[in-house]
């Protein structure tokens, strides 16, 4: 019997380590997990941790993103906050998620 990602439950503040897993496999984990998810995943040399971040988190989250932002703001640093973004390269074998990216 062969486990579905909508039967795996992670509660806020754990992870979930799945080894052996292929870049293939990753981009479709990617796919059928969706953008629109509370989890963040990372992927490294056939070890993905798929992580639900507690609402602490997300508080931190938020001032530092928002102390960045002034910071390159006062030095006259142009900049794009493209929050939460997919980053991932095959020839690298790894694919990470941040909460915020500049």
Known sequence: MLL?????????????????ISWSKYKDILAELG????????????????MAPLPEHEVSKKIIGNLVEILLEELDIEFWSLGSTTFDKEIMDAGVEPDDCF
């Open 35 to 50: 953008s629109d998810r509370n989890s963040r995943i990372s992927y490294s040399q056939g070890v993905l941790e798929i």
């Open 4 to 20: 579905k990602l909508n039967q795996l439950i992670v509660p806020a503040g754990h992870q979930l380590l799945i080894k052996d």
